[in-house]
């Protein structure tokens, strides 16, 4: 990661491009919000050059789309790769890809689930049993009854909530130690958000929601086979995708944007699409408008934007599988997916039903914001892993670290183009994510999960599906 924490074992190898064969033009209709899908925009101005800031999700394919429409497209980048947020590392550090970001398919996701077919690539189910340890917990589970309490009173809530105001006025006492332990860490993990400022109605369409998410899934060989694929579609459509590229500043007018890159680069045009995590927009970021826009800063100010390190960790063997270690642990002796601690890397899943040695570590919230904070760096994130596992195995760190084939750390918060993990739901939210995927004058666009307030938001889903929009507001202001 540019700038971010990874701590490598051995050196990585670049990861490749994938291309796609040109297909020809047709209209081409993927499942959306409205159920109508998107359908390329007239050629009304074709010579206009549409820039678009950020070669994640949202910004490729509004690109191809946009770029299947005649448009002219160039893509800005600040990376030397696409998928911003995707990123798929090839085999190297490990045996075979692994996901430094986002790794999973939250349910069935109409447009993910289209574009996926449409390039080909095929998805894997997850799957597994849900483990609970008792290691790092320092208070005695108690309370166990108060469930259909917080249920209950999740479900007669009207007026929106911080989590931990939430907490505090409905589960204040010591009989609810547990209960407000789960809350906050599941807030901090899932959401990685701060359960001060996350808001208790979104939590509630997320607990209440689990049951009927559906399936969840990996991507067959890693998500940025889909992000590669798009970009691949992008050049042979004609589209620029130019690559390691920090912007700034912005200078724009109604019809006329410049792009004000390090070392002298410009690049010009008629319409600019921003695309960029809401986490580089916000101060004290670098990145610029001139003029400003208020209007933009006040809403990405009540948006919730969360903090995460992911560690990945490969074993000689899938030792978890092995007697002597399950009984000792007191866990799944067969088919365990995900499990969750009181260490200081609480959740940890594996890729079942994948026969794998590696194990994935999440931790999200303000505890990974305080140690991005402190500067923790890579081999001590490392350690830290080694010693959560260690406790959550009842062995030690060196029995586990004995048995490491690598190891990485990723610590998106100081990675200077994302700045952090993705958006979640404050009490102000919903306002808010209208506000950013309004228009400017006819020339400014933004899109980007954090702009998505439709289903599945904070997910490649919602990404994809802002994207998707942009390209034909675009395409109306033309």
């Not at 670290?401 to 200077?416: F, H, Y």
Request: charged residues 20%; glycine residues 12%; contains cysteine.
């Amino acid at each position: 990661m540019e700038g971010g924490n990874y701590f490598r074992i051995p050196n990585l190898a670049p990861v490749s491009q994938q291309g796609a064969g040109r297909r020809p033009f047709q209209v081409e209709k993927i499942p959306g919000r409205s159920g109508r899908g998107f359908e390329p925009p007239p050629l009304n101005h074709p010579e206009m050059d549409i820039l678009i800031l950020g070669a994640g999700a949202s910004g490729l394919l509004a690109a191809r789309n946009l770029a299947r429409s005649g448009w002219k497209v160039t893509v800005v980048e600040a990376r030397d790769r696409v998928g911003g947020r995707i990123h798929t590392l090839p085999a190297g550090i490990f045996s075979g890809p692994v996901e430094s970001g986002a790794e999973f398919v939250h349910g069935d996701l109409p447009l993910t689930l289209a574009l996926l077919r449409e390039a080909r690539i095929p998805l894997r189910e997850t799957g597994g049993r849900f483990w609970q340890s008792s290691s790092g917990s320092q208070e005695p589970e108690t309370g166990a009854g108060a469930w259909p309490e917080w249920e209950r009173q999740l479900k007669s809530l009207e007026r929106d909530l911080p989590v931990s105001q939430f907490l505090k006025t409905h589960f204040g006492g010591p009989s609810y130690e547990t209960l407000r332990r789960s809350v906050r860490g599941f807030v901090s993990g899932y959401d990685t958000a701060d359960p001060d400022r996350a808001s208790t109605i979104s939590l509630r369409q997320e607990w209440l929601g689990m049951e009927e998410s559906g399936h969840q899934y990996r991507v067959a060989g890693g998500y940025g086979r889909l992000t590669d694929w798009l970009a691949g579609q992008i050049r042979e459509l004609g589209g620029e995708i130019r690559l390691g590229c920090p912007i700034r500043e912005v200078l724009w007018e109604p019809e006329k944007v410049t792009l004000m890159g390090e070392g002298g680069t410009q690049f010009s045009g008629s319409r600019l699409l921003v695309t960029l995590p809401a986490g580089t927009l916000l101060p004290p970021g670098k990145f610029q408008f001139r003029p400003g826009l208020e209007k933009l800063e006040r809403a990405l100010e009540k948006i919730g934007f969360g903090s995460v390190i992911k560690l990945l960790v490969e074993f000689t063997h899938p030792f978890w599988q092995d007697p002597v270690w399950y009984q000792r642990a007191n866990c799944p002796e067969t088919g365990l997916g995900m499990f969750f601690s009181g260490e200081p890397v609480p959740t940890w899943w594996t890729q079942y039903p994948a026969a794998s040695s590696l194990l994935t570590g999440w931790l999200g919230g303000p505890a990974a914001a305080s140690l991005s904070r402190k500067g923790t760096g890579s081999e001590e994130l490392v350690r830290l892993s080694l010693k959560s596992l260690g406790s959550i195995f009842r062995s030690g760190e060196k029995e586990v670290q004995s048995l490491v084939r690598g190891a990485l750390a990723v610590d998106w918060n100081r990675d200077p183009y994302s700045n952090g993990s993705y958006s979640y739901d404050t009490t102000d939210s919903g306002e808010a994510r209208r506000s950013l995927a309004e228009p400017v004058a006819g020339t400014l666009f933004f899109a980007g999960e954090a702009t998505w307030e439709g289903p599945s938001i904070a997910t490649v889903e919602a990404a994809l599906q802002s994207g998707s929009r942009a390209a034909v507001q675009v395409a109306a202001c033309g």
